[in-house]
């Protein structure tokens, strides 16, 4: 079995300057790795994802994250923010070979922008 | 409009009622999925479905029935709903599976049991 943890909780941050969202996962096996974003009450959309490749990841909005296997994290990272990245971020986690189509997610990252 | 939808977005039961949420797709997507969210937990999986008449458990199903007669729906249903069932739930569908693909979520259905 496979866990998520997203080690901060809330990230205060001002607008322009630049935010990571740190995420280390758990798991015996490969793993397929992925960012998703929640804003104010909406779902979630992806914003980016390792399947393989280059272990850094471009997504949307300006985002990007490193996959480090020695390390076991998926760090996300945007180098300036906007008032409108106000979200909450979630990264997870897929078993390469698992038959089922499961993926566990993290408990989630506040980011609020300041002006 | 092509999407998906949850119905309905705000739901106030008892303890002991039978509550259905109700997710249609119009993507046509093989897989559909409930999740709940919960304060400090994340999303946690209840229940999938990779196609039609095709169910299975998830990460915390107890509690919760699903069917998937056709499908474009996916019916989450709560039989006898209890306040530990207090949750905003969320339906999403991929066309590939959760493994490797996108999934799309619905805006959620926020649930408050008394």
């Known amino acids: 079995a496979q866990s998520v943890t997203q080690l901060d909780s809330q990230v205060p941050v001002f607008e322009e300057a630049p935010v990571e969202l740190r995420c280390n996962y758990s798991?015996?096996?490969?793993?397929?790795l992925f960012w998703y974003v929640q804003y104010p009450n909406q779902g979630l959309q992806l914003l980016l994802k390792?399947?393989?490749?280059?272990?850094l990841v471009k997504g949307i909005n300006g985002f990007e994250a490193e996959f480090n296997k020695s390390q076991t994290s998926f760090h996300l990272r945007k180098p300036s923010v906007h008032i409108s990245d106000t979200a909450e971020y979630f990264c997870?986690?897929?078993?390469?070979?698992?038959?089922?189509?499961?993926?566990?997610f993290g408990g989630g990252t506040r980011v609020l922008v300041k002006p | 409009d092509a999407g998906i939808t949850q119905s309905p977005r705000y739901k106030i039961t008892e303890t002991g009622r039978q509550v259905t949420l109700m997710c249609h797709q119009t993507w046509s997507h093989s897989y559909m999925f409930w999740y709940r969210q919960d304060l400090g937990h994340g999303l946690r999986l209840i229940y999938y479905?990779?196609?039609?008449?095709?169910?299975d458990k998830g990460e915390v199903p107890d509690g919760y029935v699903v069917s998937r007669s056709k499908t474009e729906n996916f019916p989450l249903t709560l039989e006898s709903a209890t306040r530990s069932q207090t949750s905003v739930y969320f339906c999403?569908?991929?066309?590939?599976?959760?493994?490797?693909?996108?999934?799309?979520f619905g805006e959620g259905s926020r649930l408050t049991v008394l």
């Open positions: 999403a569908s991929s066309a590939t599976g959760g493994r490797t693909g996108e999934l799309f």
């Open positions: 798991s015996s096996v490969s793993v397929y």
């Open positions: 390792y399947l393989s490749g280059s272990t």
């Open positions: 479905s990779a196609a039609a008449d095709i169910t």
């Open positions: 997870a986690v897929s078993d390469i070979k698992a038959a089922g189509n499961k993926l566990t």
